[in-house]
T-cell receptor, first 113, second 115 residues
Framework: AQSVTQPDIHITVSEGASLELRCNYS??????LFWYVQSPGQGLQLLLK??????LVQGIKGFEAEFKRSQSSFNLRKPSVHWSDAAEYFC???????????FGQGTRLTINP | DAGVIQSPRHEVTEMGQEVTLRCKPI?????LFWYRQTMMRGLELLIY????????DSGMPEDRFSAKMPNASFSTLKIQPSEPRDSAVYFC?????????????FGEGSRLTVL
């Protein structure tokens, strides 16, 4: 079945540590790919997106993501997290030929001081 | 500039009552989306509009749910009658262009509790 999967429901890292959040998709053709962040009690904000071209994309707040076609993945990374990065992170796709943004289940990030 | 504005931010109602959620999209945006967020089901697209016309309502759970967009600056999501299982956070989002080309801008959500 077509889907977007975030394998990790909850991740805890220490402030200053590096971060990688995983996202896998299962669609016949490469969809358009997005990462959104949701702070508590807030709506979602776009971090970055990938349509084509360079497979490493830079986003806001120091985040980046790498598209790997062979692994059907679009993992989000940050070299050094800050306490303010604690939030829920959503991977999302727009399948080719579709018009709807489909979200993964989300990964909740906790930052230890 | 004002973002997407939703009201009310919180709504507590009793089962059987009518609920109306409101959304004002960002001026100039031509797409409007209604999403529902729950712990169990995550973020679900309920319906979206393009130029005030409903394009896809396949995510609307049942006939109790209806959405309208009478003009480019206003949309409503109505639940009648409401049930406890409708308790969720409802988000409105708008974009210029479709999701793949246009970034979605989300409101802060309306948290609905049906007792």
């Amino acid at each position: 079945a077509q889907s977007v999967t975030q394998p990790d429901i909850h991740i805890t890292v220490s402030e200053g540590a590096s971060l990688e959040l995983r996202c896998n998709y299962s669609y016949g053709a490469t969809p358009y790919l997005f990462w959104y962040v949701q702070s508590p009690g807030q709506g979602l904000q776009l971090l970055l997106k990938y349509f084509s071209g360079d497979t490493l994309v830079q986003g806001i707040k120091g985040f980046e993501a790498e598209f790997k076609r062979s692994q059907s993945s679009f993992n989000l990374r940050k070299p050094s997290v800050h306490w303010s990065d604690a939030a829920e992170y959503f991977c999302a796709v727009v399948p080719m030929g579709a018009q709807k943004l489909v979200f993964g289940q989300g990964t909740r990030l906790t930052i230890n001081p | 500039d004002a973002g997407v504005i939703q009201s009310p931010r919180h709504e507590v109602t009793e089962m059987g009552q009518e609920v109306t959620l409101r959304c004002k999209p960002i001026s100039g945006h031509d797409y409007l989306f209604w999403y529902r967020q729950t712990m169990m089901r995550g973020l679900e697209l309920l319906i979206y509009f393009n130029n005030n016309v409903p394009i896809d309502d396949s995510g609307m759970p049942e006939d109790r749910f209806s959405a309208k967009m009478p003009n480019a600056s206003f949309s409503t999501l109505k639940i009648q009658p409401s049930e406890p299982r409708d308790s969720a956070v409802y988000f409105c989002a708008s974009s210029y262009g479709r999701g793949k080309g246009g970034e979605l801008f989300f409101g802060e959500g309306s948290r609905l509790t049906v007792l």
